[in-house]
């Protein structure tokens, strides 16, 4: 299930939205302003964001230009919504860095068309760049081959989609409840100790790379060298 950030300031048309996308499948989190919006992105990174140029607090030009600047988000994909209809303004947003540009008001069925689109370039894009890198651990997502300082590490299959999932979001604090969403899926109804457990083993098999997968206390985990 992908998940999608809507950084909308008018409640009503964040309502349409989240609806119409929540019907279709996907996970919806919804942000007013700016500030609520860069809190979430510390939990986790969506696999899409919505984005409003008319903020309380923000420029949503100005939110695209620093998500463009850094490292952890500069290839999300992200759809830019205004009330601007000129061209011009639909140019600066692109060129600022959006992947696609709708502006208000708009159809439910556009809309989910759009994100359906922009979702599959995006999993087209990722599966194009099939190595993850991340201080002496290296994963070929093509061969499904992790190294650790140039040694084969041999993992199972919920293991090996753990580590994807840390070395897609290094330095990214992942809720336990998104891993088990992510991993184990939202109708998993065991015991949330079933990940400690996997994270336990998984440590073991990076040996003296494991110490990069740091418990947050009563919050979840995260992938960090420092």
């Given at each position: 299930?992908?998940?999608?950030?809507?950084?909308?300031?008018?409640?009503n048309?964040?309502?349409?939205?989240?609806?119409?996308?929540?019907?279709?499948?996907?996970?919806?989190?919804?942000?007013?302003?700016?500030?609520?919006?860069?809190?979430?992105?510390?939990?986790?990174?969506?696999?899409?964001?919505?984005?409003?140029?008319?903020?309380p607090?923000?420029?949503?030009?100005?939110?695209?230009?620093?998500?463009?600047?850094?490292?952890?988000?500069?290839?999300?994909?992200?759809?830019?919504?205004?009330?601007?209809?000129?061209?011009?303004?639909?140019?600066?947003?692109?060129?600022?860095?959006?992947?696609?540009?709708?502006?208000?008001?708009?159809?439910?069925?556009?809309?989910?068309?759009?994100?359906?689109?922009?979702?599959?370039?995006?999993?087209?894009?990722?599966?194009d760049?099939?190595?993850?890198?991340?201080?002496?651990?290296?994963?070929?997502?093509?061969?499904?081959?992790?190294?650790?300082?140039?040694?084969?590490?041999?993992?199972?299959?919920?293991?090996?989609?753990?580590?994807?999932?840390?070395?897609?979001?290094?330095?990214?604090?992942?809720?336990?409840?998104?891993?088990?969403?992510?991993?184990?899926?939202?109708?998993?109804?065991?015991?949330?100790?079933?990940?400690?457990?996997?994270?336990?083993?998984?440590?073991?098999?990076?040996?003296?790379?494991g110490?990069y997968?740091?418990?947050?206390?009563?919050?979840?985990?995260?992938?960090?060298?420092?």
């Open positions: 299930m992908a998940l999608i950030y809507i950084v909308e300031d008018d409640k048309i964040l309502e349409i939205e989240s609806f119409a996308l929540k019907n279709s499948g996907y996970d919806i989190r919804g942000f007013a302003t700016a500030k609520e919006f860069y809190k979430a992105l510390n939990d986790f990174l969506p696999d899409l964001i919505l984005l409003d140029i008319m903020l607090d923000e420029d949503g030009l100005s939110i695209l230009k620093k998500l463009r600047s850094d490292v952890k988000t500069k290839s999300l994909p992200i759809i830019l919504v205004t009330a601007k209809t000129t061209e011009i303004d639909k140019v600066k947003g692109l060129d600022s860095g959006a992947d696609d540009y709708m502006t208000k008001p708009f159809g439910v069925m556009e809309l989910i068309s759009r994100v359906k689109a922009l979702l599959r370039r995006a999993l087209a894009g990722a599966s760049a099939s190595v993850y890198e991340f201080m002496e651990i290296v994963m070929d997502v093509d061969k499904r081959l992790i190294t650790v300082s140039g040694e084969t590490c041999d993992l199972t299959y919920k293991e090996y989609e753990l580590l994807k999932l840390f070395m897609a979001n290094p330095g990214i604090v992942i809720k336990r409840e998104r891993i088990l969403e992510k991993i184990w899926g939202t109708d998993f109804e065991g015991e949330s100790r079933t990940i400690d457990m996997h994270i336990k083993n998984l440590r073991q098999k990076l040996k003296t790379a110490k997968i740091k418990t947050i206390r009563n919050v979840g985990y995260v992938l960090n060298g420092e």
